[in-house]
């Protein structure tokens, strides 16, 4: 039996398939690599020394879904597979719908054909909209303020639907705050096709020399020096949560949500300070205005994963910075592109 992984070649899914491989699990990968690299699946290899199966296809191929289910038997699905960009999925909100439900659609409907009815869905704290107060619970309202985020919060409902209608199924949905850093080994990390949107791998890309400078977007939040606070979380510790996800859903039925974040929140001057202290690199930044739609402060209650699902964050804003900056400086531009994308790959690392 074997845990399928769409998705599983980008920033998450490296992470968790490195997780799920130590704690023993077979593991099938899906992804088109629209937005990842096989390079990033052998380093996994490397990094484990275990094999996984590996499926290069789109969610939206109807034949290949259908093949990934009828050629292995799948226990479980981690479902990452996703578009995550919000001011494209501003500006292109149809290609957002399309791959992030359409997609997602037509893989929950090979998973009930084939009985397969666990499920870890990645949300993001993005559904959350602006926050009433802090820290942020499960069971706040919820608003989305974008398509992409939209996206998130249409497919938590249609799991709610899903779920009505037919009790066997087990759902875990995690909802990230901010995940940051890299694997400790240097390997694998986030790695944006373009300038980055977010910040510390903005940060990282001025650390080493590829962007001139920071710009800190608002310095006049109501927060403790004004600008705008986060929960930063290390990736490894988000890809444990998915483990304990997962193991909570082969062992029984229901449908829960989870945040997964440390309960802390740090500001962009605290972040670049800590980056600064912990790597012994100046972060040249400056102020600039707001950047629309962001908010000014958001960090999770953690509380019911860590009671529910045995988990909780133990990373600290130290390591996530040394982890991410080794990763950025073991990694200089395009060294992890190798691998053609086009290729049809369906192998084995
Ligand atoms: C972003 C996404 C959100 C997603 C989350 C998870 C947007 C608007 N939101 O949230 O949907 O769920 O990532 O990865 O993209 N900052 C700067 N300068 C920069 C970049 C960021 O000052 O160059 C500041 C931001 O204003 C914010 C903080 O750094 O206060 C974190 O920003 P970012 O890493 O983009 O994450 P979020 O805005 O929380």
Redesign the pocket.
């Given at each position: 039996m074997s845990i399928l992984v769409t998705g599983g070649a980008g920033y998450i899914g490296s992470h968790t398939i490195i997780e799920l491989l130590n704690a023993g699990y077979e593991i099938i990968v899906l992804d088109n690599f629209s937005n990842s690299y096989p390079e990033s699946l052998k380093r996994v290899h490397e990094i484990t020394g275990r094999d996984m199966k590996v499926y290069a296809i789109n969610l939206l191929e109807k034949d290949g879904l259908e093949e990934v289910f009828s050629e292995n038997k799948i226990q479980a699905v981690i479902h990452l597979a996703g578009m995550?960009?919000?001011?494209e999925s501003v500006e292109k909100p149809l290609k957002y719908y399309q791959n992030n439900l359409s997609g997602t659609l037509a893989l929950f409907q090979a998973m009930q054909k084939y009985s397969v009815k666990k499920l870890v869905f990645s949300s993001?704290?993005?559904v959350y909209g602006t926050p009433k107060t802090v820290p942020i619970k499960e069971d706040f309202p919820l608003k989305a303020t974008?398509p992409?985020?939209r996206t998130k919060l249409m497919v938590e409902e249609i799991l709610h639907d899903l779920y009505q209608s037919d009790n066997d199924w087990s759902i875990s949905i995690l909802r990230?705050?901010?995940?940051?850093g890299a694997h400790p080994s240097g390997m694998i990390g986030e790695d944006p096709a373009d300038i980055?949107?977010?910040?510390?791998?903005?940060i990282t890309k001025v650390a080493v020399g590829e962007l001139d400078e920071?710009?800190?977007?608002?310095a006049d939040?109501p927060t403790k020096d004004g600008?705008?606070?986060?929960d930063y979380i290390h990736v490894v510790d988000l890809a444990l949560g998915h483990v304990k996800a997962l193991e909570w859903n082969l062992s029984t039925t229901g449908l829960h949500t989870y945040n997964l974040g440390t309960g802390k929140g740090y500001?962009?001057m605290e972040?670049i300070q800590a980056f600064e202290k912990t790597c012994g690199i100046k972060i040249p930044h400056s102020i600039?205005k707001?950047?629309p739609?962001?908010?000014a402060i958001?960090f999770a209650d953690p509380a019911k994963a860590e009671k529910e699902l045995n988990w909780s964050a133990s990373r600290s804003i130290e390591e996530m910075c040394v982890d991410s900056w080794r990763w950025q400086s073991n990694n200089r531009v395009g060294d992890n592109k190798k691998g053609k994308k086009d290729e049809e790959i369906e192998a084995t690392f």
């Open positions: 995550k960009a919000v001011g993001s704290a993005t974008n992409y985020g990230y705050f901010n995940p940051i980055p949107n977010n910040l510390v791998p903005y920071l710009k800190v977007f608002g939040y600008t705008g606070v986060r500001s962009v972040i600039s707001r950047r739609g962001d908010i958001s």
